[in-house]
């Protein structure tokens, strides 16, 4: 089993930047297509952005393009989000996601998620 622990959450301002870090335990990472999740208060866990087993291919959710980023170093068994122009909605748990043989654009599909990390908190004030 693949155990990930996401880091890097804290408290930002709006309109600033935050790099979240995924590490996965194990020594198949490479065969695992990562992404991003994050659920808000009160509201239903959302994909943010997916990454496959290369890193050659990313996948993002419309709402989030063009301010974050994801990324993966396999040599480090890590995956990354680099989270710009932070706005108070961007509040959230953000969770780290794999699936085995996946894709990026099918890391979109929750019921598909075959290891979740425990989550960081991202709080962005105002």
């Known amino acids: 089993q693949v155990q990930l622990v996401e880091s890097g959450g804290g408290l930002v301002q709006a309109g600033g930047s935050l790099r979240l870090s995924c590490e996965a335990s194990?020594?198949?990472?490479?065969?695992?297509?990562m992404g991003w999740f994050r659920q808000a208060p009160g509201k239903e866990r959302e994909f943010v952005a997916g990454?496959?087993?290369?890193?050659?291919?990313?996948h993002y959710a419309d709402s989030w393009k063009g301010r974050f980023t994801i990324s993966r170093d396999n040599a480090k068994n890590a995956v990354y989000l680099q989270m710009n122009s932070l706005k108070p909605e961007d509040t959230a748990v953000y969770y780290c996601?794999?699936?085995?043989?996946?894709?990026?654009?099918?890391?979109?599909?929750?019921?598909?998620?075959?290891?979740w990390g425990k989550g960081t908190l991202v709080t962005v004030s105002s």
């Open positions: 996601a794999a699936r085995r043989w996946g894709t990026a654009q099918g890391m979109g599909q929750i019921r598909d998620v075959d290891y």
């Open positions: 990454i496959s087993r290369s890193g050659g291919s990313t």
């Open positions: 194990g020594r198949t990472f490479s065969t695992y297509a």
